[in-house]
T-cell receptor
């Protein structure tokens, strides 16, 4: 069963704009991870945030985690056409990861 | 390239045939995971190994599915008597230990006719 749910399901923006994607989950977690997947390809790990962290940055990515609301957000600043992909959040289960259905981001040049 | 490789990348088979996929994880990674992904969905966990031991299997993994990791290195996933509903992308991932980043391979896309 899938744990995380991303919102929105699809997002279309212009190059240079910021993109924000949200993830909600149901059970307690040790960490939450964000992945990117280009069409028909494998998943690329973007960032991991642990349950005792509230915010984390990596280049143009900013991730927040609110364990009280069981939610996380991924912000991509100054988006580029190459950012076009599906973005998934994944929460750690007991021994595995649970993914949501993803947000499909389209960045128009 | 994450360092995790999968073979083959694509497989077309007829219903009722058996198929086997291979995953080579990053060499020092103890944990190896298999996921299945259908169109428009996120990956769904199938099973994982800690070294050569298979420690958990999802209810998605019917008795037609079997996975092995005989020497704690590469792993194989076999599907017997394939059905059209088995058509999906099969993803392998590895991590150095639990609760750490999982690195995914490019996947094997299976189409059952």
């Amino acid at each position: 069963s899938q744990q995380g749910e991303e919102d929105p399901q699809a997002l279309s923006i212009q190059e240079g704009e910021n993109a924000t994607m949200n993830c909600s989950y149901k059970t307690s977690i040790n960490n939450l991870q964000w992945y990117r997947q280009n069409s028909g390809r494998g998943l690329v790990h973007l960032i991991l945030i642990r349950s005792n962290e509230r915010e984390k940055h990596s280049g143009r990515l900013r991730v927040t985690l609110d364990t009280s609301k069981k939610s996380s957000s991924l912000l991509i600043t100054a988006s580029r056409a190459a950012d076009t992909a599906s973005y998934f959040c994944a929460t750690d289960g007991f021994n595995d990861m649970r993914f949501g259905a993803g947000t499909r981001l389209t960045v128009k040049p | 390239d994450t360092g995790v490789s999968q073979d083959p990348r694509h497989k077309i088979t007829k219903r009722g045939q058996n198929v086997t996929f291979r995953c080579d994880p990053i060499s020092e990674h103890n944990r190896l995971y298999w996921y299945r992904q259908t169109l428009g969905q996120g990956p769904e966990f199938l099973t994982y190994f800690q070294n050569e031991a298979q420690l958990e299997k999802s209810r998605l993994l019917s008795d037609r599915f079997s996975a092995e990791r005989p020497k704690g290195s590469f792993s194989t996933l076999e599907i017997q008597r394939t059905e059209q509903g088995d058509s999906a992308m099969y993803l392998c991932a590895s991590s150095i230990q639990e609760q750490e980043t999982q690195y995914f391979g490019p996947g094997t896309r299976l189409l059952v006719l």
